[in-house]
């Protein structure tokens, strides 16, 4: 199923309705990374902003920032492009027609770095490959951010007249940006797997503890 919040959050929230430049880094053991501060601030500021766009009802802006790779992946799952993009506008309809609002999104430090994924580096206007100095094709490295993240959403609840309760989420962001460039995107749309992250990335570590994921949890705020 596609959707902006995690799995948790919104079979929380339904169930609520039927009774939610050169960058230097330095290895901190397992694969993570100890990065710039003014990096790991970019890529919470970019979350952050992620929280804004969601709490304005601007759900278009975590469509438009999803990780083209994992958009891509999604994409086969959903039989195609077309497809996905269908069920993405179908998330949105769903969230409007519970009328559940995004009324928090709190953004924590970021919990580790991972330098992953060397691919060629493609010209934004011409889409075609960089060329360095010496007439080589340019490679590039990228982020991959875990930011957590606290999200308080409202919804009414129709068995109670249309009581709005509040259900709050603790999980995290997967972020991911080409080094020394600060453009974050973001796995939205379906939370990933770890499954989903080792494919994707094969350089993160195999211990699950050392992707240092916070747990996710939601709870009904009385």
């Known amino acids: 199923m596609i959707n902006f919040f995690s799995t948790s959050l919104l079979t929380a929230a339904t169930a609520v309705c039927v009774?939610?430049?050169?960058?230097?880094?330095q290895e901190v053991g397992q694969g993570a990374v100890a990065v710039d501060p003014l990096i790991?601030?970019?890529?919470?500021?970019a979350v952050q902003k992620l929280g804004i766009e969601m709490m304005k009802g601007n759900f278009q802006y975590s469509i438009d920032r999803m990780y083209p790779r994992w958009k891509r992946r999604l994409a086969v799952r959903n039989g195609g492009m077309v497809k996905l993009d269908a069920a993405l506008a179908q998330s949105v309809q769903q969230q409007l027609n519970m009328q559940m609002k995004v009324v928090g999104y709190t953004v924590g430090h970021p919990t580790a770095f991972f330098s992953v994924w060397k691919a060629k580096k493609i010209d934004a206007n011409t889409g075609k490959p960089v060329i360095d100095a010496t007439g080589r094709e340019r490679i590039v490295s990228h982020w991959l951010a875990v930011v957590p993240t606290v999200v308080r959403v409202k919804i009414p609840d129709p068995q109670r007249g249309n009581m709005i309760?509040?259900?709050?989420?603790?999980?995290?962001?997967i972020a991911i940006s080409e080094k020394g460039s600060n453009d974050w995107h973001f796995m939205t749309g379906m939370k990933p797997s770890i499954q989903d992250l080792r494919s994707l990335f094969p350089s993160l570590p195999a211990d699950e503890k050392a992707l240092h994921l916070p747990p996710s949890k939601a709870r009904e705020i009385k």
Request: charged share 25%.
């Open 19 to 25: 009774s939610i430049g050169s960058v230097h880094a």
């Open 40 to 45: 790991s601030n970019s890529a919470r500021a």
């Open 165 to 173: 309760r509040e259900i709050e989420e603790s999980s995290y962001t």
